[in-house]
């Protein structure tokens, strides 16, 4: 098993297609997302000249070797291991006709550091083929291992592509950069959900990316009842802000989540749900004692869970992308093999949203919400010390320098 490299598709019972949509906004970038959703069915192996490329630009495979501290060099050897992967999609398919139920649920998705609106393919096709619409956004607040804009020269016709490079990481304390990046992406997360409302009431998108895809499909079919945001590492933190400002989200999934950027006085003031699915590599003291922080609200359903032999790349795809000798040593993967770790973690998923979206008809594995299972570990495998005293010091003083999303 563990020898399969590469996006693996979705398992559920739908094809999925995928499409691009870039907009100007109310700000200067706009917002700029991936849509995964159930298309009509076919046989997606004998499809593969339809299928996007993970990388969309060069510049995001850079981006990330970068952030890796990879030598310069080397990036040519790189780009040749890595190679050029596809995602088991089809690009620009439509929208799959249904009578029952009539509308899919919407997942809003938030990319970690250095990661961009493909890096979560595996986990955002997963919830596609299983009727949900995902909206996996690229984050401008500088962030992403790479993004762009489009700039109108002053002749009002030539367009010309600005590329947005990846912030370095800030000297000294990081809350003050982390928690103003952390506001900005719960803005365009907000921005990203009107959008979606628009869609929905089929109203004209003027999409910069001109795919020819014709976004009117979407008409009525984008059930704004059921949201959930989901989000990995510094997406976690962006999907709790928004959890605090947006009560069209109903409730969250957290992969890994940091929660040095998220503003202590929010703790108690987000009322949504929220399953915490962390990895046994990555956690340390001060950041569980975050997470425990929004456990304790009385009447409202918090869970935490962490999957043994599990990584912090674990939750994305390049845990598919190398094989177990490479993997290994640049840590996107564990001792647990990528797939098992990655079918407990949809699993998890799919169930807290079937529980809290209340969907009709949905089954769920509750005994994984439970932490019940070979891999799992109900709550975590982090040590705290129980005296309240030591949980204060360990809240602001034994605080761990930003995740390295491509290491760890």
């Known amino acids: 098993m563990g020898s399969r490299l590469g996006i693996r598709a979705g398992t559920g019972p739908h094809t999925v297609g995928v499409t691009d949509i870039r907009t100007a906004g109310p700000d200067k970038h706009g917002v700029f997302l991936r849509l995964f959703y159930p298309t009509e069915p076919c046989d997606i192996r004998q499809r593969r ?83 949900y619409l995902v909206a996996s956004i690229e984050h401008r607040d500088g962030s992403a291992s790479a993004t762009y804009v489009t700039r109108q020269e002053d002749d009002g016709k030539t367009q010309t592509v600005e590329w947005i490079p990846m912030t370095p990481k800030p000297e000294g304390d990081e809350y003050p950069v982390r928690n103003k990046q952390v506001h900005e992406r719960a803005d365009e997360l907000g921005h990203m959900l009107d959008l979606l409302v628009t869609m929905d009431q089929g109203s004209n998108i003027n999409n910069l990316c001109k795919t020819g895809m014709d976004l009117s499909q979407f008409k009525d079919k984008l059930d704004l009842d059921r949201v959930a945001a989901m989000g990995h590492s510094f997406g976690g933190a962006s999907s709790l802000v928004s959890l605090y400002r947006d009560p069209r989200l109903k409730c969250a999934v957290i992969l890994d989540g940091w929660m040095l950027p998220v503003d202590r006085e929010m703790y108690p003031q987000i009322s949504q749900p929220i399953l915490f699915i962390n990895t046994e590599a990555f956690h340390w003291p001060g950041n569980i004692v975050r997470m425990n922080r929004l456990m304790g609200m009385d009447g409202v359903d918090r869970k935490m869970i962490t999957i043994k032999g599990s990584v912090h790349q674990s939750q994305s795809d390049f845990t598919f992308l190398f094989g177990e000798f490479f993997g290994t040593r640049v840590h996107s993967r564990g001792p647990l093999d990528p797939h098992v770790v990655i079918d407990i973690n949809n699993e998890a998923s799919l169930a807290f949203m079937a529980k809290h979206l209340d969907l009709p008809g949905g089954d769920y594995n509750s005994a994984v919400l439970e932490g019940e299972g070979e891999h799992l570990i109900k709550g975590t495998n982090v040590k705290l010390d129980p005296r309240p005293a030591k949980e204060e010091q360990a809240d602001t003083s034994v605080e761990k320098p930003t995740p390295d999303e491509a290491k760890l």
């Open 49 to 131: 000249r339809d299928w996007p490329t993970w990388t969309p630009s060069r510049q995001y495979l850079d981006g990330y070797l970068k952030f890796m501290a990879v030598p310069k060099w080397t990036f040519p050897l790189c780009r040749l291991i890595l190679g050029n992967p596809k995602v088991p999609a089809i690009l620009n398919a439509p929208l799959l006709k249904q009578e029952t139920p009539s509308k899919f649920p919407v997942i809003v998705f938030s990319h970690g550091l250095a990661g961009q609106r493909t890096t979560y393919s595996v986990i955002c096709s997963e919830m596609a083929s299983r009727g």
